[in-house]
């Protein structure tokens, strides 16, 4: 690990601070390495690593600290940043995001201790411009995008639930399991009858739906003799 000032501040990619700061800070460390005599170590995982060191030392070289003005500018940078968010302000805004989808801003704001929603709001806003810039963007986004595939894949199977099951006055009783070759051995119709009409019932993307609908069974007089499915559970 290369030397740092020991006094410089801690910034990082996601509290979003002008560009131009970044710029400094490495101007600071590149003139803090001169002062040391730091000699850039030869990197053998390079394919170009002579050249790559000699490029390096050589910015260190000829480093010139940070003058009167460069100081006073990176003094007011400073304060231009999401300062009063941490990692785990950010790792929390990035798993509601996943939960919720970029556009449930109403809920992921909910899912951000400790922030207002008009903060969570200006957050976002900036991170949709800007996320480009973090470290970890592709995994980020990976994550993100996994879980609005999530959702979307409830909203089709809620569709085709919706769809289904209107189509019947009494689906309790009338409803129809087209099985093809795919029928298991382990529920009977009238179980995968009952398991579908009720998830439909309580909501099929509701938290904890699968703890109600095994309550549900345990309640229904319809399976009281039914040792197999009364001890299914929820997971």
């Not at 991170?127 to 995008?145: P, S, T, Y």
Request: proline residues 6%; hydrophobic residues 30%.
């Amino acid at each position: 690990q290369a030397p740092r000032p020991p006094k410089q501040p801690n910034v990082q990619d996601f509290q979003f601070f002008p560009p131009r700061l970044f710029e400094l800070l490495e101007k600071e460390i590149l003139y803090y390495r001169k002062t040391i005599g730091y000699k850039v170590p030869r990197n053998p995982d390079l394919p170009n690593a002579a050249q790559a060191q000699k490029e390096e030392q050589l910015k260190i070289d000829e480093a010139e600290p940070l003058n009167d003005e460069e100081l006073e500018e990176k003094e007011k940078l400073l304060t231009q940043g999401f300062t009063n968010w941490n990692k785990r302000d950010f790792n929390q805004f990035i798993k509601a995001n996943e939960k919720w989808g970029r556009d449930d801003i109403e809920n992921i704001a909910r899912e951000v201790e400790g922030k207002t929603p008009e903060e969570v709001i200006e957050y976002s806003a900036v991170f949709w411009e800007r996320c480009n810039e973090l470290q970890d963007i592709e995994k980020i986004m990976a994550q993100i995008e996994r879980g609005e595939a999530r959702i979307q894949r409830r909203i089709s199977i809620k569709k085709a639930l919706d769809t289904k099951i209107g189509r019947y006055k009494a689906p309790f009783h009338q409803l129809r399991i087209s099985y093809g070759t795919n029928k298991g051995k382990n529920y009977t119709e009238e179980e995968d009858r009952f398991l579908i009409c009720m998830l439909h019932k309580l909501g099929f993307d509701k938290e904890n739906v699968y703890d109600e609908l095994r309550q549900c069974i345990r309640n229904s007089p319809q399976f009281r003799f039914d040792w197999f499915l009364k001890s299914r559970t929820a997971m």
